[in-house]
């Protein structure tokens, strides 16, 4: 072989060298969970992929995974994953999404997906976990999913949750959850952007909605009202938040958290009372909360017509998760 020859081999070999990265990323990052091509999509607006991270702790009930693209600092991530299945970094993960009263900023998943979608754009699933039976409580033991696409990723609905629910499958496997595998939704879905807003609808039209008891709810005034319907029946948690005539003054938020780690939404942290215009249920071997507030003033909408829209939610609610028990307070 002459040098020139040589000199191209060894120039086609440079240059080929990034993409062979690439494939051996893409197939051994995360225990080869992740699918190519909804990575690629997902990964688009980046360079070549160049670290792979995944932490095991099968003991302590965590597993994590990540990979990453050319670049410096947090643009650098395609996609992130943590699972727990210990209740004590379930209760910390929930206080950081849920402080205070709870009242948080959240989005639905697709029907049929148990998890909601943080304002910073982390989608979050908590599935129930056979293969792991019960804790000390008698509790079913879950596992809480985190999976985070990067700021500079192409966040189109379908390649995240064609990138983030094998993942979660995948956790489920390693962590010995045996939960009942995670389907990607079909059809178009719609971005996961966390400066995406919502679609509101008016409250006579909601009624094939998750929220769809607004419908029937003889809210006064129905015709001038909006819904933003934030839930689906699957979520841990989620909201459905009204607006009339589109003042942000004249609103009322509904909102439903499924697990014992509400709780502490809906107790104060002076005294330990319950707050007014909270209900609680069993569901699923768990407590569940629901609360509202409004705004003030609203006409037509005083102390006790809220307390009956609260009812018409939480028997709603009950009734889509075949709950029961249900008691309101305040």
Known sequence: MTSAAA??????????????????????ACDGALPSGPVRELAAGGGHFTEADTSAHPRLGDYG?????????????????????????????????FPQEGFSSLRPMPKGLPGFITDMGDLRFLLRCPGLGKDAEGRPRRMLVTA???TATAR?????????????????????????????????????????DERSLPVTEAGGTACGWVARARIPGAAEWQVEPLMNDATPAGRCDLT??????QSMRFAAWYGDWSNRLVFSSYDGVRRALTASARCDGETANFAMSASKG???VGAAEQRRLLKAFAEDQVERRGCSGLRLTG
Request: glycine residues 12%.
């Open 148 to 150: 985070t696409p990067g």
């Open 65 to 97: 995974c990540s990979l990453r693209f050319e670049g410096d600092g947090d643009s650098t991530l395609v996609v992130r994953m943590t699972a727990y299945t210990q209740r004590d970094d379930q209760d910390s993960e929930f206080l950081y999404v």
């Open 7 to 28: 000199a191209v081999l060894a120039l086609a070999g440079w240059l080929c060298a990034p993409y062979v990265k690439d494939r051996w990323l893409l197939h051994t």
């Open 156 to 196: 189109t609905g379908h390649a995240v949750y064609a990138t983030v629910v094998p993942l979660v499958n995948s956790a489920s496997r390693h962590l010995g959850c045996g939960a009942k595998p995670l389907t990607v939704p079909k059809g178009d879905v719609a971005s996961t952007d966390p400066g995406r």
């Open 244 to 249: 009339r005539g589109g003042q942000r003054d």
């Open 298 to 300: 609203i006409p037509g």
